[in-house]
DNA sequence: CTGTTAGCGCTTTCAA
DNA sequence: TTGAAAGCGCTAACAG
């Protein structure tokens, strides 16, 4: 039925093993031999079985990629990075949504591990000691993608999530505004959560401005939260004068929300946000937005996890890609 | 190193068979024996190795999935469907992005096929002689997802996009619109391009509209477009009082370049489209368009993969869901 | 209910 | 430069 390695070699009238070096571009195989089997293969239909080869090397030329969920605009994009990359390396992608469940995330942990990938690119929500323990129980690498673990122990590649909340708040800041209200995402979150959280606190702090509790409200990341939490903001007996969103969906709902209340973005309500997606760029007022590099996380870590695949050493296991302020035309001054 | 199905027996005392058994949930095993196994197993940390259990069994429980871009929104969609029933199934993913391009396409098909998947979900641009072909290499069932084969052979899932643009452009026609421009994506796409232009001149036709070459202009899916074609129309000495795009992109494009214009949306132009992305439902005003189900489409194809699997027959190999125009607020009657 | 025994299709020493 | 042979870790008859 399938044609297989031993087939060729008898239809080529050589060994199985001089087959396996001309298949495997082993130098070490004379041109005349390489043709006539090259020929055979040709004549046969044969296809190399990867499995087998799996199973005797040792090495699938897989990589395990766990991600939260890819009909996320922003997971799709780092997966997008991960795969040209793979693919560039000769690597394929076994993808699993664990929608950022701990549970889900550690079963898929396992299976991708049965399935003996060489590497695994984790995106998810908290790494926890569960999660490391996970890791553990195999010697294929790991690398982290978009997120960190709180020892950092483990190699990554992500933004500094802090650092681009406290630039797009201090943008708000330097433009004059000293009522800014934050619509964040869940403070479980470490990533784009807390972290974001933490920026626009520290950013109030350096410029003296005092924190107020009814300027934060949690969003889902999603528009109708971005909506949702700009109505109360509107509710306030003293209103904000700008609104940093720790997400560019959550800011489009409240640049909305506010447009839909008379007001005028950025003349009367200055809108910021951190995400840079397609969509800030196809809203009106064109959005100002914190960049994140999504593609090249996903680029980047897995050129990393090649490298560690090969046990090439490697200088910093721990990278920390830029981040980049795009000024569009959603933030001006407070009125007077 | 690595702990064997060969250790977990001697441990346990039993044979390897029965280990395969336990671990397979095989019912032929005495209760006390299936507990003295799996206490065996779980003082070794044994971790069964799929790729010795694929090239054993012939069975990998993983299938290929070849996808124009993962970035994509409307793919990420379908990508998400597929992936939600293969999980229920215990069924992994590869994926592939190809670009709709053939020669990246034909090569996917072939590695996957090497890597002894159990079936293929095939996304991509026009599927030709040469794709079937490559399919017909091997056995493994296939599923073309979100596309059809001219020839109409190969299992599909897909939307009517010929009759989704007739729907479109009628819901115009009915508002009392008689000059309706296209903006279509490029023709040569079967699906997006060439079918929803077919629907928008039937549609036309059935009203006894002539149809205007100069009413319709080629966009690339993208925003951009959108914007470029609406300022091709607007330079026009008739203007039209209604645009169909084939894209909810390309229609946000639209109905902000008519804003800058100082045009307003629908009063003095409508705008209806295709796809009902989650953007069709965060700009203003909200976009009435036609929705595809593109993370059913996902599913149903994968769970007719899982049919074709497991040998069951099938009665309709070809499928086509239903699509639903979703009315919104950027379809009005034309100003008298 | 359990064990024995062949492979699955390929890579990889080791010799020649 | 080539071949022989021993597995890789597991499943699947088959026998008992």
Redesign the interface.
């Known amino acids: 039925m399938t044609v297989t390695i031993y087939d060729v070699a008898r239809e080529a009238g050589v060994s199985m093993a001089t087959v396996s070096r001309v298949v495997n571009n082993n130098p070490n195989v004379k041109p005349q031999t390489r043709k006539k089997v090259y020929e055979a293969i040709e004549r046969l239909?044969y296809?190399?079985?990867?499995?087998?080869r799996?199973?005797a090397s040792k090495k699938?030329t897989?990589v395990g990629v766990v991600i939260p969920?890819?009909?996320?605009?922003n997971f799709?994009?780092v997966?997008?990075g991960i795969?040209?990359i793979a693919?560039m390396y000769h690597y394929?992608?076994?993808?699993?949504?664990a929608d950022k469940r701990k549970d889900k995330e550690i079963r898929v942990i396992?299976?991708?591990?049965?399935?003996?990938v060489d590497g695994l690119l984790f995106m998810g929500g908290a790494v926890t000691d569960e999660h490391v323990q996970a890791f553990n129980?195999?010697n294929v690498p790991i690398v982290l993608c978009a997120t960190t673990d709180e020892k950092g122990v483990i190699p990554s590649v992500d933004i500094n999530h802090e650092e681009a909340a406290f630039d797009a708040v201090n943008r708000l800041i330097a433009e004059g505004h000293r009522s800014i209200a934050m619509i964040s995402g869940t403070l479980q979150d470490p990533a784009n959560g807390f972290a974001r959280y933490h920026g626009y606190k520290r950013a109030l702090e350096q410029a003296g401005i005092p924190y107020r509790e009814e300027y934060v409200r949690n969003g889902n990341y999603k528009?109708e939260s971005g909506i949702e939490a700009t109505q109360y903001f509107l509710s306030l007996p003293e209103r904000p004068t700008a609104i940093f969103a720790a997400t560019d969906?959550m800011a489009?709902?409240s640049i909305?929300a506010l447009?839909?209340n008379g007001l005028s973005v950025p003349a009367d309500v200055s809108v910021i946000s951190v995400d840079n997606s397609?969509?800030a760029?196809?809203?009106?007022p064109l959005l100002t937005t914190v960049a994140q590099p999504m593609?090249d996380i996903g680029a980047v870590s897995m050129r990393l996890l090649t490298k560690l695949m090969k046990k090439e050493s490697v200088d910093h296991a721990k990278v920390i890609l830029p981040h980049e302020l795009i000024v569009r035309r959603s933030v001006a001054a407070p009125k007077a």
């Open positions: 239909g296809r190399p079985n990867a499995v087998a799996g199973l699938t897989t969920d890819i009909a996320n605009a799709a994009e997966a997008r795969e040209d693919n394929n992608i076994i993808l699993c949504n396992n299976t991708l591990l049965e399935k003996q129980t195999s528009y969906e489009i709902g909305h447009q839909d397609r969509m760029s196809m809203i009106r593609y």
